[in-house]
């Protein structure tokens, strides 16, 4: 049986390697360590390009590739790893390069890989649980591997599979600018797995069935959750109250969950499988950060539009979503880096940016058109929190207008979305 497993995906990969990609934004960082004695991990939700982000890594090269989500073998209900290396070879003759696929699904994997490691195997692995992964990395193969998180296409690799080139020098022709932000709505309701972008599948229902299938394999399942129900639900709500605060307390309220540790424990397995992210608030003295509430965040936009209850979302709210993942994409980590802000006056700054000790910016977003009252409420609060937290460079991210306001020699850039994002 291994056999045949083998030999039929030794031939999908060599089908999906005569394909072509979009490359992707992290490409030139997973390549600088493609030749280190590093194991390469690379992490993210279901679907959302990580198998083909690796191969296409490896495409110049001869390598051994093995998945693990084979239906095959769960049916077959387990694996023998030395027999496993045997068929490997077997297939692929003297090759020391492995890309192992959705490895989380191997029992006990982390003690085969560091054999092999040891046998100095150059290793590539995929997984969809991030906590998984790296509690036995940490363990068993401390300072020897390096994560590389691949999530649903960013604003740039979106433009790229859709054949859009912006020319800098046409880019303010009202025609160039009104595809783009055209493109940038779809993109904010639509998000960016790529099976949505590149292929035009329905998203809701694509994103949906996804959905489900996520919380099924990466929460239940894995983590043999009994109240499958509960959990589900609360996904949905967190989802549905994307760039809200939240309490445990008030969502055991609301769910009618069991307990608070229950509850946490949930949020903690949704935030593994790249369902959700939690956001503290920032502040110098850890317990006004650990007390306070925190604000909830989806990993893509389009799972919001999937399971939004609400017949059209908030514009404002799906565009802070959007720059908080387009932040966590550009490798800027949440709750070390990433924090969101509460002046004295209790006015809300979305976003603060850290850099080591030092606040290096922050970030407001706002769809509306930029009304005196809007741009009176949104500046308030960034030079307040300028003012307490010492911080120079303020924005506000707005939809399509550019221009800035200076208030005391302080000054608010106000830069239209599409220009940030494509800024990398």
């Not at 906590?131 to 020897?144: I, M, N, P, Q």
Request: glycine residues 4%; hydrophobic residues 40%.
């Amino acid at each position: 049986m291994l056999k045949n497993i083998v030999s039929n995906q030794k031939l999908q990969k060599e089908q999906l390697l005569t394909l072509s990609y979009i490359d992707r934004t992290k490409e030139p960082f997973a390549k600088k360590w493609l030749d280190t004695s590093l194991i390469k991990v690379v992490l993210g939700p279901r679907r959302s390009g990580k198998s083909v982000f690796s191969l296409v890594l490896l495409r110049d090269r001869p390598f051994m590739y093995f998945n693990f989500d084979d239906e095959v073998l769960s049916s077959a209900g387990g694996i023998a790893t030395d027999e496993l290396m045997k068929e490997l070879h077997a297939a692929y003759g003297q090759v020391k390069t492995i890309l192992f696929d959705e490895i989380q699904n191997l029992p006990n994997w982390e003690l085969f890989i560091n054999r092999l490691h040891r046998e100095g195997y150059n290793l590539v692995l995929t997984g969809s649980n991030a906590h998984l992964l790296s509690k036995e990395l940490a363990t068993h193969l401390t300072g020897r591997h390096m994560p590389i998180e691949i999530l649903p296409f960013d604003f740039n690799e979106f433009l790229k599979a859709k054949k859009f080139t912006i020319n800098p020098e046409y880019a303010s022709l009202p025609q160039q600018r009104g595809e783009l932000l055209n493109l940038m709505e779809n993109y904010l309701l639509n998000g960016g797995f790529p099976e949505v972008a590149v292929n035009n599948v329905d998203p809701k229902d694509y994103l949906e069935i996804l959905l489900d299938s996520l919380l099924f394999k990466d929460v239940v399942k894995r983590h043999r959750v009994k109240f499958s129900t509960q959990i589900g639900n609360l996904a949905t709500h967190l989802v549905n109250n994307f760039a809200n605060l939240y309490t445990i307390r008030k969502l055991l309220e609301v769910l009618n969950l069991k307990s608070a540790s229950t509850t946490e424990k949930y949020i903690k397995y949704l935030e593994e499988a790249y369902l959700v992210f939690s956001l503290l608030r920032y502040s110098p003295k850890s317990i006004q950060r650990i007390k306070s509430p925190r604000k909830v965040y989806a990993v893509d936009n389009g799972f919001i539009s999937a399971k939004a209850i609400q017949h059209s979302p908030d514009k404002g709210k799906l565009m802070e979503n959007l720059v908080f993942t387009e932040l966590v994409k550009r490798g800027v980590k949440v709750n070390r880096e990433l924090f969101y802000y509460k002046t004295r006056n209790d006015r809300e700054v979305d976003f603060v940016v850290k850099k080591g000790v030092e606040v290096t910016e922050l970030i407001q977003v706002c769809y509306e058109s930029i009304s005196s009252g809007v741009e009176q409420r949104e500046t308030k609060a960034l030079f307040e929190a300028s003012d307490e937290l010492k911080v120079a460079r303020l924005t506000v991210l707005t939809w399509d207008e550019k221009r800035e306001v200076k208030k005391d020699g302080v000054t608010v850039q106000f830069v239209p979305l599409w220009e940030w994002l494509i800024s990398m």
